[in-house]
């Protein structure tokens, strides 16, 4: 496997040069996904879940057959194997992401356990003020258990980066690739955030000015602000991050045929 390194700046260029090709190319496909992400705010719980998914892979596999060059559809509007793959794909990194989740969660609260033990030891852990009397007295200790969570926080966003290139190898390669992405991100979690919130940033300051605007929880204003941050989400962000990731794909896609699957 190639060892380049990557650009913030190039990962930038590329992932806005991509924008406008990728909008005339699959406008359909992502004019779809909005709708269906905008619909799924009016469903109940797990259905509004299986409908973002749905927007997400196909969106996704829009974009990255286009990247790839494999079959577009109609303006990027088809369900084949890349979006099947890429919805196995991406369970099986929300799978992997809440397994460690789970055991940071047992991490913190044995942590903060064990301070609250040590700074109380008859402390009633069944009461919210004997947590806060045990934390309290616990001095830097009560400061370190406050990092647990943090630095939880952390592994979780880096392990998302490690991952990000699992949907570009899982179209490029033909196959589910979760795991064995991995590889191809080593030392690259910082570029690739730090790429994200450049990429991310007009999203950010326009969800923003909407909220300046605003109470969008009053009259027609929530539907509003949901639908243009919707579109905003698929007709910029999808297109430019889909842009970026093939480009640091295409940087450290692997070269050896032998290389393990993982589907």
Same mark, same amino acid.
């Given at each position: ?36 992400? $905008? ?48 919805? $196995? ?175």
């Amino acid at each position: 496997m190639t060892q380049r390194s990557v650009a913030v700046g190039a990962t930038v260029r590329a992932g806005l040069s991509n924008l406008a090709p990728a909008i005339t190319d699959g406008w359909a496909a992502l004019g779809l996904a909005t709708v269906l992400a $905008a619909v799924s705010h009016r469903l109940p719980a797990g259905a509004d879940l299986v409908l973002q998914l749905t927007a997400a892979c196909l969106a996704t596999g829009a974009l990255y057959r286009r990247a790839f060059g494999r079959a577009s559809g109609l303006k990027g509007l088809r369900w084949g194997r890349e979006e099947w793959h890429l919805l $196995a794909a991406q369970l099986l990194c929300a799978a992997f992401l809440l397994v460690v989740l789970s055991v940071l969660a047992l991490v913190v609260a044995a942590v903060t356990l064990g301070v609250a033990r040590m700074s109380l030891p008859n402390f009633d852990a069944l009461s919210p003020a004997g947590w806060q009397d045990a934390l309290a007295a616990s001095g830097v200790a009560g400061f370190v258990v406050g990092l647990v969570p943090l630095l939880s926080l952390a592994v979780l966003v880096w392990l998302a980066a490690r991952l990000s290139l699992s949907g570009a190898a899982t179209v490029e390669q033909g196959g589910i690739r979760v795991l064995s992405s991995f590889p191809m991100t080593r030392g690259l979690a910082a570029p690739i955030l730090a790429s994200g919130f450049v990429l991310a940033l007009p999203v950010i300051l326009l969800a923003a000015g909407l909220r300046f605007v605003g109470d969008p929880a009053e009259g027609g204003l929530a539907a509003a602000v949901a639908i243009i941050a919707t579109a905003a989400t698929y007709f910029y962000l999808a297109p430019v991050w889909a842009g970026a990731l093939a480009y640091i794909y295409r940087q450290r896609r692997p070269t050896d045929a032998s290389q393990p699957l993982d589907a």
